[in-house]
């Protein structure tokens, strides 16, 4: 017998034939079975293109378009069952498994009102999956040539919607910084965006140190640790802001500033960026300018009775200037369109020169400074040739705008505007420095004001103490020069504290009030400002006008359960 007889009579080459017999691979069975039904599908997709009269396509086999893919949200898709896949000019291709649905005419409507001319054409179910699983790798947010950041995604949306508390917002953060995907990078800033809207932030800052980058957010004022991440990401998210605020990515030892817009469903929500360098890397701050918070009516300010009246009546002249004074972020701007809002009625002409326009107006002409030659001062000069009967300067900077401002308060025009002083008596000394003379200063300014914004109790968590004894002095001290004793509380032996829960994020405060002085342009203001006078001269000049002082308005207000005075000390010396 042969050695091939032998091995075909063992058992070992039976075991082998049988085995190969009875295996098959369970996975190949499986994709053949998909391709088959695949190809009866799109057998099938044929028939109903010639019965539709619409034209078939198998995506399998093309590219996706991912901008035509962002024209229609994820969930909106996936009901319809459409995708559009192509995009060149306003023409818009678009799948869809049944033409005729109501879901997908409405689609079609929708991207015809917005300007797009769609060409529709037939798919499969399977060829639709293809572009539904492409909107995991797409990025959640459009860059225009503008300058734009637009949160079309609708799971970074519900975020602004949804994630009200700062441990919510901090978990959402570590988890996309954690993930590793191509899209990261622009989802990370994206939800970073997303997370200080939601709770009111209005600012984010990105802070290099050695071995992190750390994330803060203002809130109500103060900073917040976030989160922190790693330097390669920051790397990457570093040019994403450059890019998207029009700043050169190549410059790393100077300052650059910059700016960009939020597109939301609500809304555009204007973005400052600012970059400085620092010992370890470059330092970005993004200031949101969020038009929810500007828009407060005059009398929700937190003014005291009586200046809130003499404002009212200064607003309601044809002439003169109002001045608000305060450091960056006391509330200046909102002050200024509170009057605005105020004064505002078809007979008059409003113009406002602003860097940036942070609230639009409607039926107010707002104009931008810019750095190509569109200063306050050559806003102003334009302004004054258009008639106005209103202007609104962001700002006095310099001499020439402080003249301009100044003559047009004294020929019939009502000016609204800013300075940068620590309180109300410094304006004058102030416009004094600025070159103008002291004799027309108080001519044209009716009210000069000081403020500053100090945080509210949380009211679900404050807390009513005994009055320490040195805090008590400090009070009395305070309250001892109010000219209308009216306005102090007769039980001054209680105050209230911060305590802390989920509503205010732990810190025992929520939202925001500003406190408030202001000064009289009177006989004694005149006199004194002719003598080129110091602050404390003014003050003195403008006893016997009744109106509050910061700390005055403070230390009641504290009082009253409003804030507290660990708050105002915050902002504010209360001792002498």
């Known amino acids: 017998m042969s050695i091939v007889s032998n091995f075909v009579n063992s058992d ?56 035509a893919l962002r024209l229609i949200e994820e969930k909106t898709a996936r009901a319809s069952q459409t995708a559009a896949f192509t ?67 609708e799971e970074i949306a519900e975020i602004v919607r949804e994630a009200k508390s700062l441990p919510t917002i901090i978990s959402i ?21 997303a997370g200080a809207l939601a709770i009111e932030a209005s600012d984010v800052h990105l802070e290099p140190e050695e071995a992190y980058i750390r994330l803060r957010y203002r809130l109500d004022g103060v900073l917040t640790d976030v989160i922190r991440f790693d330097l390669d990401t920051y790397a990457l998210l570093l040019s994403r802001i450059k890019l998207l605020s029009g700043m050169k990515l190549n410059i790393k030892k100077d300052s650059q500033d910059g700016r960009f817009s939020i597109r939301l469903g609500t809304g555009d929500i204007e973005v400052r960026a600012s970059i400085l360098p620092g010992a370890y890397n470059e330092s970005v701050v993004l200031r949101l300018l969020n038009p929810k918070t500007i828009n407060i009516p005059l009398e929700d300010l937190g003014m005291s009775g009586k200046l809130l009246e003499i ?23 909102t002050t200024l369109y509170a009057f605005l809002k105020k004064v505002h ?11 940036p326009i942070e609230y639009h107006l409607p039926g107010i002409v707002q104009t931008q400074v810019n750095d190509k030659g569109y200063t306050f001062t050559e806003g ?32 019939g025009h009502l000016v609204f505007s800013t300075l940068h002083t620590n309180n109300a008596a410094g304006t004058f000394p102030r416009l004094v420095d600025l070159g103008i003379n002291p004799k027309v200063i108080t001519s044209a300014i009716r009210v000069s004001m000081a403020q500053r914004l100090v945080r509210r109790l949380c009211p679900l968590c404050k807390k009513e103490i005994a009055i320490s004894e040195e805090a ?46 202001g000064i009289m342009t009177d006989e004694k203001i005149e006199n004194a400002v002719e003598t080129n006078p110091s602050e404390r001269e003014i003050w003195l000049a403008a006893k016997g006008q009744g109106l509050l002082t910061m700390k005055q308005d403070g230390v009641l207000k504290a009082l009253r359960g409003i804030t507290s005075l660990e708050e105002l000390e915050r902002v504010i010396a209360l001792t002498v």
Request: charged share 30%; proline share 4%; hydrophobic share 40%.
């Open 380 to 411: 102003l000069r334009a302004t004054v040739r258009q008639d106005p009967d209103i202007i609104m300067i962001g700002e006095i900077r310099d001499n020439e705008t402080a003249v301009i401002a100044i003559d047009s308060a004294l020929t």
């Open 345 to 355: 009625n078809p007979g008059v002409k409003i113009i406002t020169i602003e860097d």
């Open 472 to 517: 008590k002095k400090d009070i009395e001290a305070t309250l001892s020069s109010v000219e209308d004793k009216n306005l102090i509380p007769a039980d001054r032996t209680k105050i209230w504290v911060p305590g802390g829960c989920e509503k205010c994020n732990m810190t025992g405060y929520k939202g925001r009030i500003g406190i408030y002085e």
């Open 12 to 67: 070992a080459f039976c075991a082998i034939i049988i085995a190969m017999t009875i295996h098959f691979d369970e996975d190949k069975q499986n994709r053949r079975i998909g391709d088959l039904l695949h190809h009866e599908e799109e057998e099938l997709i044929d028939i109903l293109s010639a019965k539709y009269g619409v034209e078939h396509v198998n995506l399998l086999g093309m590219p996706i378009n991912t901008d």
């Open 311 to 333: 404002l009212l009546k200064e607003i309601s002249r044809p002439d003169g200037m109002v001045l608000t004074t305060g450091p960056t972020g006391s509330g200046k701007t």
């Open 87 to 153: 995009i060149s000019d306003k023409k818009v291709k678009l799948a869809a498994r049944n033409p005729e649905d109501p879901k997908v005419l409405e689609i079609i409507a929708d991207l015809k009102t917005k300007g797009f001319q769609p060409e529709l054409y037939i798919a499969s179910t399977q060829s639709l999956e293809k572009a539904w699983k492409m909107y995991k790798d797409i990025s959640f947010a459009y860059e225009s040539k503008a300058g734009s950041l637009e949160i079309s995604s």
């Open 173 to 193: 953060l570590e988890n996309t910084v954690a993930a590793k995907k191509s899209y990261r990078v622009s989802r990370i800033l994206e939800t970073i965006v």
